[in-house]
C-alpha cells in the first residue's frame, strides 16, 4: 500500500503490553474511511510480544516506535507526539478501537471549527469478546459548559479524541511525566487554555473494559490524582480548595449533570458549587469583553 502523500490526522497509540489487543486497535486506525493518515504507535518498553505484532503489520502509514524505558502513558504519548506529522492528531489506546468514520468526522469538525482545539465525542463500552456493554454519551457538547466541567474532571474522554498539534506545540502543552495517574485530565486542563472544546454525540471509539487494564490500588490512587487536579482548576478561579473538597465539589457536579439528588448532607458543598459557577460565568464574561 502506498502512501498518497502528507498524512491529514495522526493516531498516536501508546502501548505497554497489550499484545491481546493492540492488533485490532492498530487495525481500527488504519481501517478508516480516508486513506490519508498515519498511525504512531509507541511500544513503551514492552515484554509482551508487542514488537512482533507491529513488525508484522505491512502498511507504510505505521510508524512504529519503541523505549527501551518504561515511560508510563504520559511520557509514550508524548514520544508520539512528537513523531506525528498531521496537523490534527488523534489519541487511541493499545487496548481500544476506532469507528472507521472516526477520522474523518474529527477532521470535518475541525475544518469548520477554527477555534476548537480539542474534540471528543461519545464511546461505545465493549468487553475482551468486543461485545458492546453499553454506549457512555456527553452529557455536555458545546464549549462553555465542557469548560465549566474541567475544573472538576475531564470533559472529554481522551481516546476518544483529536487536538490540533500546531497549537500544543507553540504552547508546549505536553503530557505530565511526573506520576502514572491522571496526565491525561492534566494535559486536557493545559490545552483548553489556548482554544475551545466540544464533543460529538456520536460514538467514534469503543473503549474497552478488561481485568488486566488497571488494579484497584491504581483507580485509588487515579481518583485522588484526578481530585488534585481538580483542586488546582479550581484554585486557579481564586477559590482555595483542597483535594477531598474538590472531590466533594465533583459529586455535586455529576449530581447535576444526571439530574440526580446532591448527595445528602452536602448543603454548604452545593451553595460553594454555586458560586464557583457565577464566578466561572463571570471570568468568561470578562475574557470575551
Request: aromatic residues 8%.
Amino acid at each position: 500500500m502506498l502512501r498518497l502523500g502528507p498524512p491529514r490526522l495522526s493516531f498516536v497509540i501508546p502501548a505497554w503490553n497489550q499484545e491481546r489487543f493492540l492488533a485490532a486497535s492498530v487495525g481500527s486506525a488504519l481501517s478508516q474511511t480516508i486513506h490519508d493518515i498515519e498511525v504512531v504507535v509507541v511500544d513503551d518498553a514492552s515484554t509482551d510480544a508487542t514488537p512482533h505484532i507491529l513488525a508484522a503489520i505491512d502498511d507504510p502509514r505505521l510508524v512504529a516506535l519503541r523505549s527501551e524505558k518504561n515511560l508510563g502513558p504520559g511520557g509514550a504519548r508524548n514520544l508520539g507526539l512528537e513523531a506525528a506529522q498531521a496537523p490534527i492528531i488523534a489519541f487511541l489506546d493499545a487496548d481500544d478501537v476506532a469507528a472507521p468514520e472516526r477520522a474523518e468526522r474529527q477532521l470535518a469538525f475541525f475544518a469548520t471549527h477554527p477555534d476548537h482545539v480539542l474534540l471528543g465525542s461519545a464511546y461505545g463500552v465493549i468487553d475482551e469478546q468486543d461485545h458492546v456493554l453499553r454506549i457512555e454519551r456527553p452529557f455536555e457538547t458545546e464549549d462553555t459548559a465542557l469548560r465549566f466541567t474541567s475544573l472538576f474532571l475531564s470533559p472529554v474522554h481522551l481516546t476518544t479524541s483529536a487536538i490540533r498539534a500546531d497549537v500544543a506545540r507553540a504552547q508546549n502543552v505536553a503530557f505530565p511525566t511526573d506520576g502514572r495517574i491522571v496526565e491525561d485530565y492534566r494535559f486536557v486542563s493545559a490545552l483548553i487554555r489556548y482554544g475551545e472544546v466540544a464533543n460529538l454525540a456520536d460514538v467514534l471509539t469503543y473503549y474497552r473494559r478488561h481485568e488486566a487494564m488497571t488494579s484497584r490500588l491504581f483507580e485509588r490512587e487515579g481518583w485522588q490524582g484526578f481530585a488534585e487536579a481538580s483542586a488546582a482548576n479550581i484554585s486557579a478561579l481564586g477559590v482555595d480548595c483542597d483535594a477531598s473538597l474538590a472531590a466533594r465539589l465533583a459529586q455535586v457536579h455529576l449530581a447535576k449533570l444526571s439530574g440526580a439528588a446532591v448527595p445528602e448532607g452536602e448543603t454548604l458543598v452545593e451553595q460553594l458549587y454555586e458560586t464557583l459557577k457565577q464566578l466561572f460565568e463571570a471570568a468568561k464574561s470578562l475574557k470575551n469583553e
